[in-house]
Nanobody, 124 residues
């Protein structure tokens, strides 16, 4: 059974950091592009970042450029999202998603498989 599991969320103060992980089971991530998304209460799900299957194609939303870094370790079947200089407006449930393709996208409709999400709360 193909499954994505996010972890690493939590409560952090403004300016702090978190690293989210997206672990795959039931399949290998080597041929999959991965996207990170977030959804705040009352808002639509939005793309945060994505990484192509080779790891060379990266994309970031303007709101997180310079603060978030996406990476992948195919030997661990895991994709990461390092989040630094966190702001209260980063508070949301964060999801990872997979699509079997070389290129990536920050469009919700691009992806076939989704994790259950992990809560990130930025508050003092």
């Amino acid at each position: 059974q193909l499954q994505l599991v996010e972890s690493g969320g939590g409560l952090v103060q403004p300016g702090g950091s978190l690293r989210l992980s997206c672990a795959a089971s039931g399949f290998t991530l080597d041929d999959y592009a991965i996207g990170w998304f977030r959804q705040a209460p009352g808002k639509e799900r939005e793309g945060v970042s994505c990484i192509g299957s080779s790891g060379r194609r990266l994309n970031y939303a303007d709101s997180v450029k310079g603060r978030f870094t996406i990476s992948r370790d195919n030997t661990k079947n895991t994709v990461y999202l390092q989040m630094n200089s966190l702001k209260p407006e980063d508070t949301a449930v964060y999801y990872c998603a997979a699509a079997r393709t070389y290129f990536c996208s920050t469009s919700v409709n691009f992806y076939n498989y989704w994790g259950q999400g992990t809560q990130v709360t930025v508050s003092s």
